[in-house]
Structure formats: C-alpha cells, structure tokens
C-alpha cells in the first residue's frame, strides 16, 4: 500500500464538490450531506446531531469505540451593520481575515439565495501615501450595489446573514491543492478516505470507529464538545491543518519548522497522550511515511483538545496536514501530505487492539 497511489478520480471529484460548497460554521448542513453520501457505502450507519454534526460509524455495538476527526465548517463573515448608503459593515465567524478582505467578491446567504458583493476599497490616487490606512474590521465594507438601506433590505440581506468566499478548489503545478476552506474540509476528506481504504481492503476493526466531522470548530472547538459527550469514546485521533512557515515573513524561531510537501505533521502538546503519540510516529517509521514534528505550548487549538479533555479524558492525538496562507480564500496543501495523513490514519488504526487504555502505569 505504501507505493500505490490512494487518491482516485471518484476521490477527487468528491474533494472539489465538497470544497466548493460552503458551510461556515453555523450552517454547515449541506456540506455535511455531501460528505455523508460519499462515505455511505464505507459505514454501517451514522449519528447526526442537533447543532449537525456527522460521524458515519463501523461496528455501531463495539463497546470499545476509537474516533478519527476533522471538522466541518469554514470560517465566514456576518452582516453586522447596514449603513444609510447601502453598504455592509460585517464582524467575523471564526479567524476571517481582514487583511486580505479589499477587492474580494463575496456570496451573501439570503433565504431568497445568494447575493452577490465587492469588498470595496479607496483608490490607490484618493489615499494618502504617507500615511496609508491598513484594512481593519472597522473599516472594511461590502457593496452589494444597492442604492440606500432600503434597497438591501429588499434584496433580503440584513443583519444576521453569513457571507462566504466564492474561491473554488484548483491545481497549481499537478500536485498542490488551491481553495478556500481546504482548513479543514481537507480533514473529512482524508478521514472519509480512512474508510474508503478500510471498506475496499475488507480490513475488520475490532473496536466501532467513529468517523467524525464535527461543526463549529473555528470559534472554538463547539462541535467537538457536543459530540465527544455523545459518542464517549476511548481514543480520539484528530486531523486538521498547521502551518507552512517557509513563506515570507513568518518567524521560524516562534512558529517552527514546517512544510508542505515533508509529511504529516504530529503535534507534541499537553492535551496529546503520549502513548498514543508514540504508537503514531512507530507506526509512520514502520510504513516508511514522512513526518514532522511540531510543539503547541498549552492548547494546540484543534478539536484534539475538546476529546482530550472530556469524559474524564480520552487519549487523543493530532496529525496535521501543513498549508500555505491560512484563512485565506488561497489555502494551499501538497497533495502528497494529503495522502501520507490518509495513510497514517489508516495504518495507526491497524495497530489499536480492543480495550487498550495507553496506559502510563501498565
Ligand atoms: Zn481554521
């Protein structure tokens, strides 16, 4: 398995369907459907939640129950203010980013479908060059060409509604993937290949794995406090994106060493148990898979912490998958870190026998 390429046609053009499809946190539903129709054939059955969170499940009766996570949503905008002229002030849903916010089109939400906008910006000769205003959440604003307020109610926008990124995925060079929100649709990706993989090879798991993609991630791990309750699992492995720091002006020295294309990336942080760690990284030398290391003082910020710290504690882990631009609408990951996650999921869950605890005192 090691040489075989895993990533099929059928894989990729569910990758791109479900990319392109927004789902900010919140509203993720619709995403959760596409990606609930392509793992179908590989589960048993699937728990679905209040708030939408999805987990297609291998052996539902197994007591002992192993999760792999990635999470659902994507970070978004809401309208927050309306002004008399007809422009849109907004406030963030998760880590948008304002700086990259100017001359961007936009697709606001609306009962009645979406609506077109523009980040609009001064002119480059209307601004004053010695002292230039950076973008900032108080002064970025959207124009969906209305005339007055009156006219963007009209339209259905008001305050409340979610605006996304019309970014959709691409290929730059044959092997790096380009879309907005690959933070952490690539995640459901590679977890829904984890079951592929075990579906076509016929491996039998002796433990129910739960395939998990939480929602509500990017304003604070909320999904993955819901379903950890629910599911009240024995081990959890996580995956979700780090960063690349090799790009300019990031500080190596305070964000580490990291890159696209060097391999999965296994997070050493209190939250992480460091048995199941370990058996993570034997397993990467055993299969001759790449890997990085990366360390998170405190909190490592993914859903890793939500199961690690719930129902008395579950031994959990993160693989992550390194990428470029972060929150950005150009996210950019090598698809061959994407298959060496997928692999080193599938091959980890291979190794995890019923009932082990990853004990420190056995
Ligand atoms: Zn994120």
């Given at each position: 398995m090691?040489?075989?390429k ?5 894989s ?26 392509y ?17 297609g499940v ?28 007809g ?10 980013d304002h ?24 002119a ?7 002292k230039e ?15 007055d ?37 690539a ?106 290391r ?17 129902n ?51």
């Amino acid at each position: 398995m090691a040489t075989k390429k895993i990533l099929t046609k059928k894989s990729l053009d569910f990758f791109e369907k479900y990319l392109n499809n927004a789902a900010p946190t919140g509203y993720e539903w619709e995403g959760q459907k596409i990606w609930m129709d392509y793992l179908k054939p590989y589960v048993d059955t699937f728990i679905t939640d209040t708030y939408g969170t999805a987990v297609g499940v291998i052996n539902p009766d197994a007591k002992f129950k192993v999760v792999i996570e990635g999470h659902s949503d994507e970070i978004s905008w809401y309208v927050n203010y309306v002004s008399d002229n007809g422009l849109l002030y907004v406030i963030r849903n998760g880590g948008s980013d304002h700086q990259i916010a100017p001359s961007k089109w936009v697709n606001i939400h609306t009962k009645k479908g979406i609506v077109k906008g523009v980040f609009g910006w001064p002119a480059i000769h209307t601004r004053d060059k010695g002292k230039e205003t950076p973008p900032k959440l108080d002064n970025i604003f959207i124009d969906i060409g209305a005339k007055d307020k009156e006219e963007v109610e009209k339209m259905g926008v008001h305050v409340g509604c979610v605006i996304t990124y019309p970014d959709e995925f691409q290929v730059l060079n044959g092997d790096k993937f380009v879309c907005r929100a690959i933070d952490n649709r690539a995640g459901g990706f590679m977890i829904a290949e984890v079951a592929r993989l075990l579906h076509e090879n016929k491996k039998k798991l002796p433990f129910g794995l739960y395939i998990t993609n939480s929602v509500q991630e990017e304003i604070g791990l909320r999904g993955a406090e819901m379903i950890t309750q629910t599911i009240k699992p024995n081990v959890a492995i996580i995956t979700d994106v780090c960063h690349d720091t090799t790009t300019p002006m990031i500080d190596q020295k305070t964000q580490g060493h990291t890159e696209i294309g060097s391999g999965p990336v296994i997070s050493y942080a209190p939250a992480v148990q460091n048995k199941l760690r370990e058996r993570i990284l034997d397993t990467a030398e055993t299969n001759k898979i790449p890997f990085q290391r990366m360390a998170a003082s405190r909190a490592t910020g993914t859903d890793t912490d939500a199961f690690a710290y719930s129902n008395g504690g579950v031994a959990s882990a993160l693989i992550s998958l390194p990428l470029r631009y972060m929150h950005t609408t150009v996210e950019t990951v090598h698809r061959d870190d994407v298959e060496n996650v997928i692999k080193l999921i599938y091959e980890t869950l291979l190794t995890i026998k019923e009932g082990e605890t990853f004990s420190y005192f056995d």
